[in-house]
């Protein structure tokens, strides 16, 4: 049975109770006295209560306690001497087991609605799903079904559609509102080879695309999934709150058995008396708002960071990020566009590119895609190549015409004759933050190709918002050191580390976290085992699949400034996790004193029922406390001027 219809029947069961206890002053008694009492309350235990009966118990015989210990033994032992009282003809108090039981579930039921507010974001996603798409078979487009689209389909999008799996635009322009999945309000312009992500909205003009990944491999999918187990899984901080409780339970019993032999042996109360004070002791130090307090911020703020395209994976992350010094980036894709195109060819030009093309035709990195298209720009034919090989971190050789071709960078540059012109060339083409490949045949250069990729427009201030917080940001690249220091100045990096190896940008980061811990940004292949290694790892929605997996966060819009967003929400999450599990403990040492009757000769006492009530408003602050996270802002800090 769920928790809000056993709220329920506990509620209503209760509720002849409540009238007895509020007309019993005005000489008003209900129907079938103790009697009825003891049936309704049966009813609440029966039905209500023995869930945490049968809990407690399963605890016990695992010689552990939980949360639910202390409502077991508080509401079983008001029940139980409320019907020892009945066969005595002494006042019975039915009506706390019933109460105390109806205020926990009370408490729980806010639990549940505050976890199917926060998955909201997640669901809404799945629903706003595309249910069919327009697919071309056998010549002539036909509605299908998204069970029966398979990757390679040509789709057709109207204005107004949705789309239906994540692709490549193959014909037509349009703008797309992707807002329900990245969190970017404005559209975004789309065009032949460009990409498109399932279930966005198509906005005004019509488009073919390839579809690439369908089912539960798009964009959305991952997005659900990953949320889920985010909002599912435990900040490190939660094993200290089981811990707590495994102490804290045990405790709770000794004080209320010390409670009851105080009152009844050493200051004389009645056996009633006694046992209210011990019950009232249990029932208010239930830590329910201390199990609350992880759970609740963890999800509300992994859900908000969902719909804001920022995907954090597990508590772990936000945990690390609290305690971050340092922000590594990679240069490639992540601080510059990832699109470098040639900007000088020196030397020989249909030699050099010739050449150049022949090697690198092959290769799917950014700086041979350039040079591809550079020659595909003039028409230049492509010689035959053999005994290809790819060294690692220098660049490519292979035999050309019988003759041994390499390009690469200055690192395979050692046996390799270059005159002094050339030479003079190449420092000034870095300076102006060009990339320089050398191209040349039987060791010796016969050319230089610079290349630009220019930082995004965005990175500059994402840079400058980590600063404003006191971070220290590094760039972490392969590239050269002069071209790397001409980016690193363009957007104010802070320290560069370049000509770094790609095998060897993992070692890196575990030097810098010799210093604090480290959040290491970057979207390739070779970025994974740096993304594993530091201590929170944030990969760019852009990047490969093995990127994002190794990756702690996601940015789903490939936004630099969701770094300092993420770093930001991570950190609110954390420390409101912290805020709750203060006030939680609070509440309980302060309440147990009060419940335990150490202020009864001034008139403050806590009935059971008053406590069960008290502690469920103790987990709704908890969990108001976590909801508020919705509404935190997230902003960079003021620039210092």
Request: aromatic residues 6%; negative net charge; proline residues 3%.
């Given at each position: ?316 992350v936000l945990e690390a990020v609290n305690d971050v010094k340092t922000v590594v980036f990679d240069k490639t894709g992540t601080i510059t566009v ?140 392969g590239d050269n050191q002069l071209v790397a220091e001409a980016i690193a100045k363009q957007v104010g990096i802070d320290e560069v580390i370049a ?143």
């Amino acid at each position: 049975m769920s928790i809000t219809k056993r709220f329920w029947i506990s509620l209503i069961f209760s509720l002849p109770m409540l009238a007895n206890m509020i007309m019993m002053p005005m000489g008003f008694m209900i129907p079938g006295g103790d009697w009825l009492q003891l049936f309704l309350t049966t009813v609440v235990m029966a039905v209500s209560a023995v869930p945490f009966w049968k809990s407690a118990w399963a605890s016990f015989t695992k010689h552990h306690s939980n949360m639910d210990t202390l409502v077991a033994i508080g509401t079983l032992v008001a029940y139980i001497y409320s019907i020892y009282a009945m066969a005595t003809h002494q006042p019975v108090y039915f009506e706390s087991a019933a109460f105390v039981t109806t205020f926990v579930l009370l408490g729980q039921v806010f639990e549940e609605r505050m976890r199917n507010n926060a998955s909201d974001a997640v669901s809404k996603l799945v629903d706003l799903q595309a249910k069919e798409a327009d697919v071309m078979r056998d010549g002539k487009f036909v509605k299908l079904p998204l069970s029966e689209v398979v990757v390679g389909d040509v789709i057709r999008v109207k204005p107004g559609e949705k789309i239906a799996v994540d692709g490549e635009i193959t014909e037509g322009t349009s703008t797309v509102d992707e807002s329900m999945v990245t969190g970017e309000s404005m559209p975004v312009e789309k065009k032949s080879g460009d990409k498109v992500i399932g279930s966005t909205i198509n906005s005004n003009g019509t488009f073919m695309f390839k579809a690439e990944k369908v089912g539960d491999d798009t964009m959305l999918s991952q997005i659900v999934e990953l949320v889920k187990k985010a909002q599912n899984s435990h900040a490190p901080i939660q094993n200290l709150t089981d811990k707590v409780s495994d102490i804290f339970v045990p405790a709770v019993l000794i004080i209320a058995i010390l409670t009851f032999m105080i009152w009844y042996v050493f200051l004389g109360a009645t056996l009633a008396s006694s046992l209210i004070f011990a019950v009232a002791v249990v029932v208010i130090a239930c830590p329910c708002a201390l199990g609350l307090a992880t759970p609740t911020a963890l999800m509300v703020g992994t859900g908000r960071s969902a719909k804001m395209g920022i995907l954090i994976k597990n508590g772990e992350v936000l945990e690390a990020v609290n305690d971050v010094k340092t922000v590594v980036f990679d240069k490639t894709g992540t601080i510059t566009v990832g699109k470098p195109e040639v900007t000088n060819v020196i030397g020989d030009e249909k030699a050099v590119l010739e050449l150049a093309t022949g090697l690198e035709q092959s290769s799917e990195q950014p700086l041979a895609s350039a040079i591809v298209k550079r020659a595909e720009e003039n028409k230049i034919s492509v010689p035959a190549v053999s005994n290809f090989q790819a060294i690692e971190g220098k660049g490519v050789e292979a035999k050309v015409n019988g003759q041994k071709a390499f390009v690469g960078n200055d690192k395979l540059l050692e046996d390799v004759e270059i005159d002094s012109e050339m030479k003079q060339q190449v420092t000034t083409l870095q300076e102006e933050a060009k990339t320089v490949v050398f191209v040349g045949i039987d060791n010796k250069v016969i050319g230089l190709i610079a290349i630009q990729d220019t930082p995004k427009e965005t990175s500059k201030e994402a840079i400058a918002d980590l600063k404003a917080r006191g971070l220290k940001t590094v760039m972490l690249t392969g590239d050269n050191q002069l071209v790397a220091e001409a980016i690193a100045k363009q957007v104010g990096i802070d320290e560069v580390i370049a000509d770094v190896l790609p095998s060897d940008k993992a070692d890196h980061v575990k030097s810098l976290q010799e210093s604090g811990k480290v959040a290491f940004v970057g979207d390739g292949i070779n970025d994974a085992p740096a993304l594993t290694v530091a201590d929170v790892g944030i990969a760019m929605g852009s990047g490969t699949d093995i990127a994002i997996e190794s990756g702690g966060i996601v940015l789903v819009k490939n936004d630099l400034r969701d770094v300092d967003k993420a770093l930001a929400l991570s950190k609110k999450t954390f420390n409101r996790i912290k805020l709750n599990l203060f006030w939680a403990f609070i509440y309980n040492v302060l309440g147990i004193p009060v419940a335990a009757g150490i202020f009864y000769g001034i008139g403050l006492t806590l009935s059971p029922e008053l406590a069960g009530l008290a502690m469920a408003f103790s987990s709704l602050s908890v969990v108001t406390s976590s909801m508020l996270l919705n509404k935190a802002k997230i902003t960079a800090k003021v620039k210092a001027a």
